[in-house]
Each structure stands twice: as C-alpha cells, then as structure tokens.
C-alpha cells in the first residue's frame, strides 16, 4: 500500500509528499520495534511477505531490529539467515539483536563470521559486553579495535564507572586524554559520575576545569553531571556555586539535583527553599523530586512538613505515590521516634510494603531501641528475603542495646548455621587523586599497616585529650573488654580517616566514602578528631553526609 501511494504521490505535482509518507512509514515501522511489542513486529512481518518486501535489505533489517527489540533472537536469526546478501548495517542488526536478549555467545559467534566489520559493529560489541557485565571481554575487544571513536571511549568509561569499577573509568579517560581524542558530552558526564559515585572530588574538580576549557558549561548534562558530582563528593558550596551559575533555564534534574544535595547534608530547611524557589521559577517537580523534598524532611526532623510536601505532591500536582515515596513517610516518622505510627502507615498503604519499607522501619527500631517492634518487622522481612544479613544484624543490635544477650548470640548462631555473612564494611578516600579502600580488620598490605600505627597513635591522643571512651554497647558481651574496643577500633571509617591524617597536608579537608551507616563510636570519634586536631572531616555513608568540625557534626547526632 505505501509503495504505491508513494509511487503515485512521486509522479504529482507534489513530489515531496512522497519523501513525506515514506519518513511516515519509516516511523511506524520503528514504532513497532520501540515499543516492544512482538505481536505488532509479527504483523509488520505478514505485511512485508504480504506485499513481496520479505526479501527487501531495509525491511529484512527492520524486522531483525524489530525482533531484537522485543527479546526474540530465535526470530531475528531466521530473518537474518533468510537474506541473499545481508550489508553491514543487517549485521549490526542481528549483532544488537543477540546482544539485547543477553546470548553473548551467539553474538560473538555472528561477530566472528561477519566480513566487513564498522566501527558500529565494534561499538555494539563493546557495549554488549559491559551490558552483560563483561568487563574483561569488553577491555580486550576495545584495545583489539582498529579505529576508537569518540562512542568507543564513552562507552568504556560509563560502562565501567556504572559497574563501580572508578579506578578503571578514570583510567579511560586518562588515556584518551593522551591519545588526543576530545573529551565530548558523554565522557565528560560518563567520567564525572565515576567521581560522584566515588567521592573523588580532587579528579572532579581537575574536570571542571577541562570543561570550562574545552567549552563544554553550555551543555546542562555537564552541568547536572558537575552538581552531582560536588554534591556526592561533599562539596556543597562548590555545589551550590555551579547551580546557581548555569548559563541557562535549569532543568528539572538540575534542581532536583541541588535538592538532593542539601538534603543529604542535613540542610532541610534550605532545601525547601531551594524547592519553593523551583516552584516560582514554573519548573514543575516531578515524583523524583518530592523523594528529594521528603528526604531533606526526614533528616532534618521536619516531620510536619514532610507530611504537608507528601499532601502535597498527590493534591496539586497529582502525582501518585510510588514504593519510594512511602518509603520516605516510613523514614520520616522512624526517625522521629514515631515508631507505632510508621508501624500504622506501613500497615495500611495501598499497595503490598516491599522488603526495603520493613528494612526502613526495623532501622528506626535499631535506633530507638524498641525490641517488641523489632520482632515484628523482622518477621514479616523472615517471608520477604530471608537471607539478607543487614536485618539479622539490625535485629542483633537492637537486643545487644537491650542487653539480651541471649537472642544475639541465637541470631549470631543461625546466621552461622545458614551460611549467612555479614556485608564487610569498606571506606574509600581519595589522596593525591589516588583512592585508597580499607576494609575492617584487614592488614594486608603496608597502606593498611601505616593506617593502623597512624589510628593507634590518634586513639590515646584521644584518650587523653579528647576523653574518650569506646562505645561498645553492641559488642557481645562474654568477650573481653579490650577485645570489644578492638573490634569497634578496627572499623574501615577510623583506618580511612588515619590514613588520611597521615598522607594529607596539615589543615586539608578529609573525605570519606562509607559503603554502610557510621556506627555510633565512629560518629563519636571523628567529632573527636575535628576538635583535637582542628580538622574538618567530610563522611558519606549509606544514606547522607556527616561534616565534622570542632567537634560537632552536620547531622546534629540525628542520623
């Protein structure tokens, strides 16, 4: 039908429209591969045999997509195998194809047999690769390519700064910086959210300035990807400065963005602020932001507000809650101390609590000590993911506070028996634009070695100076004393932050990147070492940001 209302329409008097109708065409045809819908790729398919267009090379190609698309490789190899003499664009297809339904060994198989390869089919490749979470193969195939475009090294830096490997992604960049190939929207973004992620704001704040050279703060991707980058690594003055110097309308992520960032530093109010201000500018918030919003209430204490923004959200803007929204009321009145009525909210939402609104609500109850609420929740997580070794060790601490020893050590013991661990935890800080992990209780190399004599000597300048005294309320009780102060000095935060006093010059400011919630000891240490020292000690933990400084902390010691 098309063909020959685009034959007609090119012998009119308005042969444009034929160019027209046959974009149209081209359109509807993707349509049905964007939209994912096999049945709609099937009749796409009955229409081209229909019409004698099976063996057609653009639509042969746009049924392999089709089929790609929607997750049946089985199909797009057979319309693939059926055409005479597929181009390299076909083979793209068919590679792309095998590669989304997640057969990495049938791609690679079509890869080796294609005879001319572009650099598409290689950028295909590498992005199967770390799609499929093969790192190795993808770092192999990227430095066997002929030619490395500008998708090429964008593709290896994303991909392997959103596997966690940082290191790697900095790696990257760095070498197409020697090579001479610039740096575009992609590998700027891809390279900032690796120092986000890993609170390496020393590299970061190197990109700022090849951004600002290289011209590239017109773009607002950079400029979200440098907010979130200052904001994820501590820096919420510089954080603050990019935000209010965009060179254009700030987008929605941009201010949800700076939300976020003075809500994870405990600066509630002024989050709000920041919100209304959004408002005014006619900016329409969307569900992202109100999880930023109820955040900076939750841990700022703004229980009112929080519960008038949650009013809010569903009243003015119409936007129905999701699981995350939820999740933040839970929070909200957790951490509050309101634990029945989160026990209440929980128990009467709309929709059936996942395993992270109990986990949210059992945190509180480790927090504020209550037992009976503990065993409640932590039987309905028992149903939902019983293998998860935060809750029994929520559950743990929660007795250990209470001083029933008993039931920690039964909890301890069928972790044991079901083979259950307990998540390590691992802090990361960035000197000299090195970053440097330590694990608790590891000694294994001369890094961590200089950590523990440097912590050891901080400890009794601690003792003397600063009075302190181990909290070790959680540490089972028929151990020793000096065994339960070493258990809690041992922690990866305190071997990070010595590490950090060691190397770093005198006045520089400390920052750490914590994978698990700062215990109660090691808050109280580095309020310490801020007043001893006179330093000032960034934390970023599971869920916010501790700053230190003369001996307080941003979070007020409500965390």
């Known amino acids: 039908m098309y063909n020959t209302l685009i034959r007609g329409l090119s012998d009119s008097d308005n042969p444009h429209n034929a160019l027209l109708l046959f974009r149209e065409m081209r ?23 229909i019409h004698g267009l099976y063996s057609h090379m653009f639509v042969g190609t746009t049924l392999v997509s089709v089929y790609g698309e929607c997750g049946s490789v089985g199909h797009a190899r057979k319309v693939f195998d059926e055409m005479t003499e597929p181009n390299v664009v ?35 490749v590498l992005a199967g690769y770390v799609k499929a979470g093969e790192l190795a193969l993808a770092r192999e195939a990227f430095w066997r390519m002929p ?60 990109l700022h300035g090849l951004v600002e050279k290289g011209g590239f703060l017109s773009l607002i991707s950079v400029n979200n990807a440098l907010l979130d980058m200052y904001c994820k690594s501590g820096n919420v003055e510089m954080a603050r400065f990019v935000f209010e110097t965009m060179p254009e309308r700030k987008s929605v992520v941009s201010w949800t963005s700076m939300i976020a960032a003075l809500a994870m530093h405990g600066y509630g109010k ?19 932001t109100f999880i930023s919003v109820l955040y900076a209430c939750s841990h700022a204490g703004l229980v009112n507000e929080g519960c008038e923004y949650f009013s809010k959200m569903r009243e003015m803007y119409g936007i129905e809650p999701a699981i995350e929204h939820y999740g933040c009321m839970v929070d909200l009145y957790g951490r509050a101390g309101k634990l029945q009525k989160a026990y209440d909210f929980v128990c009467q939402l709309p929709i059936s609590p996942n395993a992270i609104i109990w986990r949210t609500l059992l945190g509180a109850c480790s927090i504020h000590g209550n ?30 506070v209470a ?44 890094v961590t070695e200089e950590a523990y004599e440097k912590l050891r000597e901080i400890m009794v300048k601690l003792r003397v100076c600063g009075g302190y005294l181990p909290e070790v309320g959680s540490v089972l009780h028929d151990i020793e004393a000096e065994d339960k102060e070493d258990s809690v000095f041992m922690h990866s935060e305190k071997l990070a932050v010595a590490f950090g006093l060691a190397r770093l010059p005198e006045g520089r400011m400390i920052r750490i990147v914590k994978n698990l919630r700062v215990c109660r000891d090691c808050h109280t240490v580095m309020k310490l070492i801020s007043k001893v020292y006179r330093s000032e000690i960034v934390v970023r933990d599971r869920s916010r940001f501790h700053s230190f400084k003369d001996g307080s902390c941003s979070c007020n010691d409500y965390w």
């Open 90 to 124: 076909a083979w793209n297809a068919v590679l792309t194809a095998c590669f989304r339904c997640g057969d990495v060994e049938v791609a690679e198989e079509v890869f080796g047999s294609m005879p001319l390869r572009d650099s598409t089919s290689w950028n295909i």
């Open 270 to 288: 002024e989050a709000i602020q920041v919100f209304c201000k959004m408002e005014a500018s006619g900016v329409r918030p969307d569900g992202i």
């Open 147 to 206: 030619v490395k475009d500008d998708v090429s090294w964008s593709t290896m830096i994303v991909g392997f700064a959103q596997s966690g490997c940082f290191d790697e992604a900095f790696g990257f960049f760095g070498e197409l910086q020697r090579e001479g190939v610039g740096a575009n929207e992609a590998s700027l973004t891809g390279v900032l959210s690796a120092c986000a992620q890993a609170g390496a704001v020393e590299f970061g704040t190197v």
């Open 403 to 446: 001083g029933k020893w008993k039931d920690v050590a039964a909890i301890r013991r069928s972790m044991a028996d079901q083979k259950i661990k307990k998540t390590p935890g691992w802090s990361v800080i960035e000197v000299d634009k090195v970053m440097y992990s330590f694990v608790a209780g590891d000694k294994s190399n001369k």
């Open 371 to 400: 037992v009976e609420l503990a065993e409640q929740v932590k039987e309905r997580l028992s149903k939902l993911d019983p293998d998860n070794s935060g809750d029994h060790v929520l559950l743990s601490n929660v007795y250990a």
């Open 27 to 49: 359109r509807k045809n993707m349509a049905v591969a964007n939209s994912r819908s096999l049945s709609g790729g099937t009749q796409l398919h009955c229409q081209a045999f």
